[in-house]
């Protein structure tokens, strides 16, 4: 239970913390889980939701960095690696292996490129050929010998290739295919990395929609944004996790005259969501990882139903305005056009859009590919008595729990403490007692709950075995289906209450799939809002100001206006029917 009222009274009562975390990403969700699991006195403050910024913006990739290898960046490819497969066991309801097929054009093409790239004597992309991509997947293979959880690559001839996957550009010569992951949920997963977290006791504190600013006198002002309350705060160390924000966080942690010099340069990554049940069906199971004709990697794969594809790698100042702009749109369509040449999108396929801010380390390099995507913290001493600050440089979001570690045991050198357990094999959220009888474990849910096997089957694919907690909490009242079949009102009224819902975005675009799959109706949006403001008690003039800001956001950061939601309602809404007995 994260519970606002507490942590802000415990501030009240003592403003002294030994580490204050800056940023609610998924990095900032890992150190934070990291110092309090050692027992740390440890607050997180988020100025928006958890996981609303760059971890929001991902690929749903949870991989290795095969492309890393051209940039001689082996260690943070084999750290990946190792990162990935704990994932695939500590999280194995929301990451699975995810064959992967790399469509080739040439042979040699990108080989002596790629060596003078290595060398340092360049940084110009080029097309990667047989060769070229033969070496680093035997590189990849390599590395994750001793594990051997997944199929080691192989290639396919022109026909072979051509046969599995008739659709694709008949000028190929070959193919490879090798084994990466998926996310389903991301954003879940930092609300299981936070309930772990808060799960060590009271010294661990936690508030979304808050912010920090210098004080005289080494204190800060932490200004809570859902009260309106100003506290003071105190404390030993803060840890800058605000990746794309770090330079505009130290800002405001810093007096004028001694702020720091730029540390981050982040690149945007954009994708799009998009229904088109035929080329879903062509990927047969498989993410295509292609180049398009200028070199730039991009991904195609089957998501929730929809397909994913992405993305661009553009150079941003300001992170908080980042949106898929018009021609990022068309450049990932005409990548889609020349992989798969026959798939023509209409833009109502569109179902979702969204962009991702890469937290890279300041840089000047002409082309943004080449900017290292290693991670690393420096230590910036306090300025008029204020405390160090940490700040975490960089960052890929499968890497997030040993870049949470490094962070962490920084913290506890600068604190004189130990470290007294690891995570590296501590399963959490809804991977916790994972069963191998999959069916087994819904059916006791069933029988235990009084749910329908199918609501069970649906709760689980959800949440892993919290499916549990979520499906006790549905049986305990009635219950109904909304316009989105298989989401219940009581479903959603645990997620206000157990999830630090603030606002209405929280919950649809965070907390469920419902808009990031385009199964958003206008509908259900009125529905969530009903709940989420009769559970906060909000006045009528509070409600409309929500849905405002609610529709506002869909329309200009992920492209779906109010009409293309209201169009929804017909598509998605059917009879609503009991999902569980009266308590």
């Not at 990882?289 to 300001?318: A, M």
């Not at 799959?517 to 003039?541: C, H, N, R, Y």
């Amino acid at each position: 239970m994260m519970n606002r009222e507490q942590t802000l009274d415990g501030l009240r009562r003592s403003p002294k913390v030994d580490v204050c975390v800056l940023g609610g990403g998924i990095n900032g969700l890992s150190v934070f889980r990291e110092l309090a699991l050692q027992g740390v006195n440890v607050l997180i403050v988020e100025k928006g939701d958890y996981c609303s910024g760059a971890s929001a913006g991902l690929s749903r990739m949870v991989h290795g960095g095969l492309r890393y290898l051209e940039n001689g960046e082996f260690n943070l490819v084999q750290e990946s690696l190792v990162e990935r497969d704990r994932l695939l066991r500590n999280a194995p309801h929301y990451v699975a292996p995810l064959p992967t097929m790399v469509p080739i054009f040439d042979i040699f093409s990108g080989l002596a490129n790629g060596i003078v790239r290595f060398l340092g004597l360049t940084r110009r992309p080029s097309r990667r050929g047989t060769v070229a991509i033969k070496a680093g997947l035997s590189i990849y293979d390599f590395l994750t010998r001793k594990r051997a959880l997944m199929p080691r690559h192989q290639f396919r001839g022109r026909k072979s290739t051509l046969s599995k996957w008739p659709g694709l550009n008949p000028a190929i010569r070959n193919s490879a295919t090798y084994y990466d992951a998926w996310v389903s949920h991301p954003e879940r997963i930092g609300i299981e990395l936070l309930r772990d977290g808060l799960s060590a006791g009271p010294s661990a504190g936690a508030l979304n929609y808050a912010t920090i600013e210098h004080a005289p006198a080494g204190e800060f002002r932490l200004h809570d944004g859902i009260s309106g309350e100003t506290l003071a705060i105190k404390p030993s160390l803060v840890v800058n996790a605000t990746g794309g924000w770090i330079d505009i966080a130290n800002g405001a942690l810093f007096p004028e005259a001694a702020r720091p010099a730029p540390l981050i340069g982040g690149t945007k990554g954009s994708h799009l969501i998009i229904d088109h049940a035929g080329l879903r069906d062509m990927l047969d199971g498989h993410m295509i990882y292609y180049e398009n004709e200028d070199g730039r990697i991009c991904i195609l794969f089957p998501y929730l139903g929809k397909v994913l594809v992405g993305s661009t790698d553009i150079r941003v100042d300001d992170p908080a305005t980042v949106r898929c702009e018009a021609d990022e749109r068309d450049y990932i369509l005409q990548s889609l056009a020349f992989v798969l040449p026959g798939v023509r999108i209409r833009p109502e396929e569109i179902v979702f859009q969204f962009a991702g801010v890469r937290p890279l380390p300041a840089s000047n390099d002409s082309f943004t590919g080449r900017i290292p995507r290693d991670h690393y913290c420096t230590v910036l001493e306090g300025r008029d008595g204020g405390p160090p600050v940490l700040c975490m440089i960089g960052g890929k979001w499968t890497t997030f729990r040993s870049f949470g570690e490094l962070a962490a045991d920084m913290a506890l050198e600068r604190l004189d403490r130990s470290r007294r357990l690891d995570t590296a094999d501590r399963t959490f959220g809804g991977g916790r007692a994972f069963p191998i009888d999959r069916s087994g474990w819904i059916r006791d849910l069933s029988e235990s709950t009084g749910l329908s096997l199918d609501r069970a089957a649906t709760l689980f694919e959800r949440y892993g075995t919290d499916a549990k907690a979520v499906a006790r909490f549905a049986a305990a009242g009635p219950d109904n289906l909304l316009p989105h079949a298989g989401y219940s009102a009581r479903e959603l009224l645990h997620l206000i209450r157990t999830e630090a819902v603030e606002h209405l975005d929280d919950l649809l675009l965070r907390r469920t799939t419902l808009a990031i799959t385009g199964e958003l109706s206008l509908d259900m949006a009125e529905i969530a809002l009903d709940l989420l403001a009769d559970d906060k008690g909000w006045p009528v003039q509070r409600k409309d100001e929500e849905r405002t800001r609610f529709l506002t956001l869909m329309r200009e950061r992920h492209g779906v206006a109010e009409a293309t939601l209201s169009a929804r309602n017909k598509q998605r809404s059917e009879p609503c029917e009991t999902t569980a007995r009266s308590g």
